[in-house]
Nanobody
Framework: QVQLVESGGGLVQAGRSLRLSCVAS????????MGWYRQAPGKQRELVAT???????AYADSVQGRFTISRDNAQKTVYLQMNNLKPEDTAVYYC???????????????WGQGTQVTVSS
């Protein structure tokens, strides 16, 4: 069974940093994209950052220059380094990945359970 498990969330003051991690576990044949989404109370889930299999990246305008996404393919892990955090970054952050399990060798979308990030002013 494939799972994405996030860690690293918490409560921080504005201007500080946090690093989120997400590990993909299970019988995984291949991983394509890995990324982070977030959902604030009363708002829709939005893309924060994505990293592709060729290590190219894409960011939401609101986090460009402050957040950095990276991946460790050997560890099946994606990271989100968040610097200069702002109160508006407060949200539940979800890990997302398109990957193929050994069960069918086809790409499927998976989500983690989410980790809370709260930034105080």
């Amino acid at each position: 069974q494939v799972q994405l498990v996030e860690s690293g969330g918490g409560l921080v003051q504005a201007g500080r940093s946090l690093r989120l991690s997400c590990v993909a576990s299970g019988m995984i044949w291949s991983i394509n994209t890995m990324g982070w989404y977030r959902q604030a109370p009363g708002k829709q889930r939005e893309l924060v950052a994505t990293i592709y299999s060729d290590d190219s990246t894409a960011y939401a305008d609101s986090v460009q220059g402050r957040f950095t996404i990276s991946r460790d393919n050997a560890q099946k892990t994606v990271y989100l380094q968040m610097n200069n955090l702002k109160p508006e970054d407060t949200a539940v952050y979800y890990c997302n990945s398109y990957l193929a399990p050994y069960s069918d060798y086809r790409m499927h979308e998976y989500w983690g359970q989410g980790t809370q990030v709260t930034v105080s002013s």
